[in-house]
């Protein structure tokens, strides 16, 4: 069974600084990984995901994530944090049986002037 | 067009109210998701259609009935909903059959049963 695992729900950070969204995930087969971003009362966009192949990810909006088998993670980085990155960050991981997504609790990025 | 359309944008029912929340995609996806989602909460999937067919349904109580007219439609039927039924209501979409692909999102409904 497939499974992630958001640390922090709440994460503050100041505008310019580096921005650390972590997952973890369980899988017992190699997983398939996506980060998504949710804006207020709009639906879910997809940042990037990792699928086979490098494990540095670039993704939409300056972000990018790397893929650590060894850690079972796939952390959410981005150099320098806008206002406009604000938002709720989801986490996660498609099935083997290919159409289910498990989606972690999800992290609440706060950006301070 | 990498659009999910959704409608209404919100949507207010009482309890004994029959509605529809209608999901669309222009695409070529041949898989259809729907999803709840309550505040502070990540989206919990409701049911999922492959190739027009009910391939999963969550355990979800009758009173929501999805429908699947063709393979760019998905209808969301609604009767006799609960106040906890309130929340927003997101429909998805991804190519058949490949666990990497992702899922693309509409905008979503907001649901509010009184």
């Known amino acids: 069974a497939q499974s992630v695992t958001q640390l922090g729900s709440h994460v503050s950070v100041s505008e310019g600084a580096l921005v650390l969204l972590r997952c973890n995930y369980s899988s017992s087969v190699p997983p398939y990984l996506f980060w998504y971003v949710q804006y207020p009362n709009q639906g879910l966009q997809l940042l990037l995901k990792y699928t086979t192949g490098a494990t540095l990810v670039k993704g939409i909006n300056g972000f990018e994530a790397e893929f650590k088998k060894s850690e079972t993670s796939f952390h959410l980085t981005k150099p320098s944090a806008h206002m406009s990155d604000a938002a709720e960050y989801f986490c996660?991981?498609?099935?083997?049986?290919?159409?289910?997504?498990?989606f972690g609790s999800g992290t609440k990025l706060n950006v301070k002037p | 067009d990498t659009e999910v359309t959704q409608t209404p944008k919100h949507l207010v029912m009482g309890m004994t109210n029959k509605k529809s929340l209608k999901c669309e995609q222009h695409m070529g996806h041949r898989a259809m998701y729907w999803y709840k989602q309550k505040a502070k909460k990540p989206p919990e999937l409701m049911f999922v259609y492959s190739y027009e067919k009910l391939s999963i349904n969550e355990s979800v109580p009758s009173r929501f009935s999805p429908e699947c007219p063709n393979s760019s439609l998905l209808n969301l039927h609604l009767h006799a909903l609960q106040p906890e039924d309130s929340a927003l209501y997101l429909c998805?979409?991804?190519?058949?059959?490949?666990?990497?692909?992702?899922?693309?999102f509409g905008p979503g409904t907001r649901l509010t049963v009184l």
């Open positions: 998805a979409s991804s190519q058949e059959g490949r666990e990497t692909n992702e899922q693309f």
């Open positions: 996660a991981v498609s099935s083997y049986n290919f159409n289910k997504f498990y």
